[in-house]
Nanobody, 125 residues
């Protein structure tokens, strides 16, 4: 069982930055690929970014490439999402996800093993 707790959401103006963090419980963090998803009001949950267990490879949704960066610290059992140049369309609840095998970088909603409860990001225009 893996528990994931997100933090760092909030209200930011368009063009600003936020850094999301996700803390994971347990001693098997590096055996999971980690990712971030988001869900805007009345929309389906969508993949944002994913990172391999050893941190060597990452993938991003086209909508965030060049603006968002995912990273992880296996010593701290944490994964991060640095979000720059935020746009109003980035407004959503952001969810941390853990998946196996740890070689994955792209995740699907149905395939995720564990979810956090989410943190709200609101970008004002």
């Amino acid at each position: 069982q893996v528990q994931l707790v997100e933090s760092g959401g909030g209200l930011v103006q368009a063009g600003g930055s936020l850094r999301l963090s996700c803390a994971a419980s347990g001693h098997t963090f590096s055996t999971y690929a980690m990712g971030w998803f988001r869900q805007a009001p009345e929309k389906e949950r969508e993949f944002v970014a994913g990172i391999r267990g050893n941190g060597a490879n990452t993938d991003y949704a086209d909508s965030v490439k060049g603006r968002f960066t995912i990273s992880r610290d296996n010593a701290k059992n944490e994964v991060y999402l640095q979000m720059n140049s935020l746009k109003p369309e980035d407004t959503a609840v952001y969810y941390c996800a853990a998946d196996r095998p740890n070689t994955k970088t792209i995740m699907t909603v149905r395939g995720v093993n564990y979810w956090g409860k989410g943190t709200l990001v609101t970008v004002s225009s």
